[in-house]
């Protein structure tokens, strides 16, 4: 059945500068790059959703461009790739700002950002003429999760925006139901289910082996504090277990954490590895990784969300349960069933105590205040990892490991130009700095504008194929 919805790249344009422009007049322009990038991450998870994806999901991104911005240049393959390591919503860093504005001038600009996000992603889900379950279902979740801002941070009502399920036409499978990931063993980065939860892990085959789990964590980029807090850890419990053998006394001891930091600062990749590392040394008895947030505790019902956050826990048995964003499930207020997620959540710890890590992660600030709404919250998690934006160098380190994973190599110029590039990008770095994600949408940018350098080649030879140069780095003058 088509959709009303549908645009042509043109038309979707139009329309993504009619419903931006009429937000800067309020919120103002200094935010459009901001804007920009925020709907892009937003359509790559929304794309993850629909039922296929084609050159009109391409051209759809393509045309998400503030006024005075740069036109992106997706091409479909990247597109694909992009779209399998989405991940799931993160509601923007200025959007914080604009909700305690709003509650200190009497304004509603949040409420508006919301109508128009909506408008804006219900156009994505019909670039190909269908607005399936799922898309609509990340778009209300989406909706839901700002709206649970502005309610926490006491911005007065505004008009209802569009209802997404309204607009459904089918109920297809998601690109990701009908191409998993084929990492052997494991879900895929950012792969999800139709209803938008992030998927748990596979468990492991076999026991864990600490030695290669510690090299790869020895391997990292940076982070030299996060390795010594982590093996840190390793040491106690390893101590505790071999009194425990001896018929020593054991003290009390929690494993449960808290990663603050920045988004791309490698806390997931720590989790992971610290679920294994755990049930390497007998602390854990299976070791897998189960990574959720809001959307895959809380139901929309009464009742319904200790019944799902049960679900996930039990699948985290006998490993770690990772949630990102955890501030999101006491943001809506007293009445938000985020409470009912969290009641559940420490009911869970007591009673699996022995066999359950429970790692809660997100910005610092927001997880301080996140901590301080519930005593139990505060009781139980005692042990924070900070995780600290990458410098220079590191940033340098992990573009270099990205074109080796990806066969490709600098020339001398390129290779001295990297270095001061990426100086630049920590030294210039803002609230939204994206630390390893801007280095691997970096890369990928490289990507594309080395495929339109060699286009222009009548013959490139497998050195040309494999070489990045310093045109590379940054996009042509217009």
């Known amino acids: 059945m088509p959709t009303q919805w549908k645009r042509s790249p043109e038309e979707l344009h139009k329309t993504y500068i009619a419903n931006t422009e009429a937000f800067y007049r309020i919120a103002g322009r200094g935010l459009a790059g901001q804007m920009d990038e925020f709907c892009a991450s937003c359509a790559l998870q929304l794309f993850s ?18 006024k005075g911005q740069k036109q992106p240049t997706w091409l479909l393959w990247a597109l694909t790739t992009a779209v399998g390591e989405s991940g799931s919503f993160l509601p923007p860093l200025f959007f914080w700002s604009l909700t305690e504005q709003d509650a200190r001038r009497g304004t509603d600009c949040s409420r508006v950002f919301i109508r128009m996000l909506t408008n804006i992603l219900l156009c994505l889900a019909a670039v190909d003429d269908d607005v399936t379950y799922a898309e609509a279902e990340y778009i209300t979740e989406s909706a839901d999760k700002l709206s649970a801002l502005c309610d926490s941070a006491g911005v007065k009502k505004g008009k209802p925006g569009l209802r997404a399920a309204d607009f459904v036409t089918s109920a297809q499978p998601s690109f990701l139901d009908k191409n998993p990931p084929q990492t052997a063993g494991a879900a895929g980065p950012g792969s999800q289910a139709a209803q938008g939860e992030k998927a748990p892990e596979t468990v492991p085959a076999e026991k864990p082996d600490l030695d290669a789990l510690m090299a790869q ?38 494993l449960h954490l808290v990663f603050m930091g920045n988004p791309g600062t490698g806390k997931t990749t720590v989790a992971r590895l610290l679920a294994g590392l755990y049930a390497a040394i007998g602390a854990l008895s299976k070791g897998q990784l189960v990574e959720v947030d809001r959307s895959g505790l809380v139901a929309g019902y009464v009742g319904q969300t200790a019944i799902k956050t049960q679900e996930v826990i039990a699948s985290a048995l006998g490993g770690v349960l990772f949630i990102d964003e ?25 009673d699996h105590r022995d066999d359950l890590v429970v790692i809660v992660a997100g910005y610092t600030g927001p997880m301080e205040r996140f901590l301080h709404s519930n005593p139990g919250l505060e009781s139980r998690f005692n042990k924070y990892i900070f995780f600290e934006d990458y410098d220079g160098g590191e940033l340098n380190a992990i573009f270099h490991a990205q074109c080796k994973k990806g066969g490709y190599e600098l020339d001398e110029e390129a290779e001295a130009y990297s270095r001061e590039f990426f100086d630049a990008l920590y030294e210039g770095r803002d609230e939204n700095f994206g630390n390893g994600r801007d280095v691997r949408n970096q890369f990928e940018a490289m990507v594309v504008r080395q495929a339109d350098r060699l286009a222009a080649m009548e013959s490139p030879t497998k050195e040309d194929l494999v070489l990045f140069t310093k045109a590379d780095f940054l996009p042509e003058e217009p």
């Open 49 to 66: 959703r629909s039922a296929c994806l084609t050159q009109d999901h391409a051209d759809a991104l393509n045309a998400l461009y503030s």
């Open 217 to 254: 964590l020895d391997e990292l980029v940076g982070l030299e504090k996060v390795k010594k807090d982590v093996k840190s850890m390793m040491n106690l419990v390893k101590v505790r277990q071999l009194r425990k053998e001896k018929g020593l006394p054991v003290p009390p001891l929690s």
């Open 326 to 350: 955890a501030y999101s499930l006491a943001s809506g207020g007293e009445n938000d069933f985020g409470r009912e997620a969290i009641e559940t959540i420490l009911k869970a710890m007591e």
